[in-house]
């Protein structure tokens, strides 16, 4: 059973930084794609990063992050990082993380929340002066 646990999140101001982790379990990332997802109350989940299996290791990003935004694969196994610069105000969300077998990462971002059914707790991320 694929489990999720976010973490990482919390208040900063705009123009800073924050690095999201995320530990995966019940699987082995090496042959998944993975990708962080973020919700705003009252909006749809949407796809901002994401990652294909270590073989491969390509990456897609929504345009609104793109040059800000970082996903990495950790040292420690089965552990991914989001590296978030330069946030803005439009970034608050709570940040979830969730992953699928192949390598179409664009595909997990842009189409994962309509049908992916593991996801974590999510970490809430706040950008406020």
């Known amino acids: 059973q694929l489990k999720f646990v976010e973490s990482g999140g919390g208040l900063v101001q705009p123009g800073g930084s924050l690095r999201l982790s995320c530990a995966a379990s019940?699987?082995?990332?090496?042959?998944?794609?993975i990708g962080w997802f973020r919700q705003v109350p009252g909006q749809e989940r949407e796809g901002v990063a994401c990652i294909s299996s270590s073989s491969e290791g390509s990456t897609y990003y929504a345009d609104s992050v793109k040059g800000r935004f970082t996903i990495s694969r950790g040292n420690v196994k089965n552990t991914v990082y989001l590296q978030m610069n330069s946030l803005k105000a439009e970034d608050t969300a709570v940040y979830y993380c969730?992953?699928?077998?192949?390598?179409?990462?664009?595909?997990?971002?842009?189409?994962?929340?309509?049908?992916?059914?593991?996801w974590g707790q999510g970490t809430l991320v706040t950008v406020s002066s």
């Open positions: 019940g699987f082995s990332l090496d042959y998944y794609s």
């Open positions: 969730a992953a699928e077998p192949g390598t179409i990462v664009q595909g997990l971002c842009k189409l994962g929340p309509s049908y992916l059914d593991a």
